[in-house]
Nanobody, 113 residues
């Protein structure tokens, strides 16, 4: 089994920053591609960023130069640093182990204007 738990969401003003964390257990974390996704009310879930076991990163166009994904394999944790937040970033953010297609429960991010 694999378990993923997100944390770090909250309410922030436009232009502010948040750092999300995802703690993983029950998998060989260091070898897996990990990703951050988000889902706004009434919208489809969308990929935000991903990171390979070799720390190669990929970003959606709408977060390039604002968000940074990273991982700490010793801690079985993946992070998403979010800067210059916009109201349209408001969503529930999920982490995922792409090898297992496993998902966490999500953490709410709300950006006020």
């Amino acid at each position: 089994q694999v378990y993923l738990v997100e944390s770090g969401g909250g309410l922030v003003q436009a232009g502010g920053s948040l750092r999300l964390s995802c703690a993983a257990s029950g998998s060989i974390f260091s070898t897996h591609v990990m990703g951050w996704y988000r889902q706004a009310p009434g919208k489809q879930r969308e990929l935000v960023a991903s990171i390979t076991s070799g720390s190669r990163t990929s970003y959606a166009d709408f977060v390039k130069d604002r968000f940074t994904i990273s991982r700490d394999n010793a801690k079985n944790t993946v992070y998403l640093q979010m800067n210059s937040l916009k109201p349209e970033d408001t969503a529930v953010y999920y982490c995922s182990d792409r090898y297992y297609d496993a998902w966490g429960q999500g953490t709410q991010v709300t950006v006020s204007s």
